[in-house]
């Protein structure tokens, strides 16, 4: 069962990231202000690619900005990449 969590430094950069039988399987690389969560990487072990690893990430990062009232900066192209292909998911935190 794979496990994601988010990890930040005291100037709330850091990354989410999931973890498999405790090795670290994937991350995305964000920031956070009072106002707006970027995220700037995405990046899965090459082993893992096709089990929708990314796409949880995805939807770690997306529940934690709603929860927190922030608008999202996408940066990352796999996050630009799905917020183009499905705007009408993340219209509510995209910041354009």
């Known amino acids: 069962?794979?496990?994601?969590s988010l990890?930040?430094?005291?100037r709330r950069r850091g990354v989410f990231v999931i973890e498999e039988d405790g090795k670290k399987v994937g991350e995305m690389a964000v920031a956070i202000s009072e106002t707006a969560l970027t995220a700037y990487h995405t990046e899965?072990?090459?082993?893992m690619e096709g089990k929708g690893l990314a796409r949880k990430l995805l939807d770690?990062?997306?529940k934690y900005a709603r929860e927190n009232h922030l608008q999202v900066?996408?940066?990352c192209v796999y996050?630009?990449?799905?917020?183009?292909?499905?705007p009408e998911q993340f219209e509510d935190i995209w910041q354009k």
Not at 1 to 4: I, L, R, T
Not at 7 to 10: H, K, M, S, W
Not at 79 to 86: C, D, G, L, P, T
């Open 44 to 47: 899965v072990d090459p082993e």
């Open 1 to 4: 069962m794979s496990e994601v």
């Open 7 to 10: 990890r930040l430094d005291n």
């Open 60 to 62: 770690e990062m997306v």
């Open 79 to 86: 996050v630009q990449a799905q917020f183009r292909r499905h």
């Open 73 to 75: 900066i996408p940066l």
